[in-house]
């Protein structure tokens, strides 16, 4: 192959250049990809039931048992709806809200705790109630490495269309062993 000179340039016309700088390619022979066949999976009608049959075990009232993101005993939660005001998420985390029913789930497993505390939320929003204290613990089962029902009640209360705010609570209502929960009220979106 030569070096291409710009006085050349008059001479050579543009096939001759092409052809210059093809010198050496070999044509493509076929421009059709052959894909492999797939091995055929023979467990995937067993892995579709079973995913089926762990989306219907994991959620209950609309509350889920899975993915779960782990908390440690110290750590505070929080939470607000986008649309509500900055000033009443800052009420709730100062504890300058009355609370006007408390549940304490200590001691119970994960299934109890999810039942009582879906039942829990729906009275209190029946009863009207704007603010409500969770006690969930500090502590971790053996084992796991995380704070348990703290975990779970994390995500459980971001999953019910009646909470719109919760955070730790302050040292004197249970730290974070406990949460003010902020309810809807007929004002609120």
Same mark, same amino acid.
């Given at each position: %192959?030569?070096?291409?000179?710009?006085?050349?340039?008059?001479?050579?016309?543009?096939?001759?250049?092409?052809?210059?700088? %093809?010198?050496?390619?070999?044509?493509?022979?076929?421009?059709?990809?052959?894909?492999?066949?797939?091995?055929?999976?023979?467990?995937?009608?067993?892995?579709?039931?079973?995913?089926?049959?762990?989306?219907?075990?994991?959620?209950?009232?609309? /509350?889920?048992?899975?993915?779960?993101?782990?908390?440690?005993?110290?750590?505070?939660?929080?939470? %607000?709806?986008?649309?509500?005001?900055?000033?009443?998420?800052?009420? /709730?985390?100062?504890?300058?809200?009355?609370?006007?029913?408390?549940?304490?789930?200590?001691?119970?497993?994960?299934?109890?705790?999810?039942?009582?505390?879906?039942?829990?939320?729906?009275?209190?929003?029946?009863?009207?109630?704007?603010?409500?204290?969770?006690?969930?613990?500090?502590?971790?089962?053996?084992?796991?490495?995380?704070?348990?029902?703290?975990?779970?009640?994390?995500?459980?209360?971001?999953? %019910?269309?009646?909470?719109?705010?919760?955070?730790?609570? /302050?040292?004197?209502?249970?730290?974070?062993?406990?949460?003010?929960? /902020?309810?809807?009220?007929?004002?609120?979106?």
């Amino acid at each position: %192959m030569s070096k291409y000179n710009p006085a050349d340039d008059t001479e050579m016309d543009d096939m001759a250049l092409f052809q210059q700088a %093809m010198q050496g390619v070999k044509p493509i022979e076929s421009n059709k990809v052959v894909l492999k066949p797939k091995k055929k999976d023979i467990n995937t009608r067993l892995k579709r039931e079973a995913a089926t049959q762990a989306d219907e075990k994991f959620v209950v009232d609309n /509350l889920t048992e899975g993915n779960i993101p782990d908390m440690k005993p110290s750590d505070i939660l929080s939470f %607000m709806i986008p649309d509500l005001p900055i000033r009443t998420f800052q009420s /709730l985390k100062k504890g300058e809200y009355q609370w006007q029913e408390g549940l304490d789930l200590h001691g119970q497993s994960v299934e109890e705790a999810r039942a009582e505390l879906y039942a829990f939320i729906q009275d209190c929003r029946a009863r009207r109630f704007r603010c409500v204290v969770v006690v969930h613990g500090k502590s971790w089962t053996q084992g796991s490495g995380r704070a348990e029902l703290k975990s779970y009640v994390n995500v459980w209360l971001r999953q %019910m269309s009646d909470v719109i705010a919760f955070h730790s609570c /302050l040292p004197a209502d249970g730290g974070t062993g406990a949460v003010y929960v /902020l309810l809807k009220t007929k004002n609120d979106i």
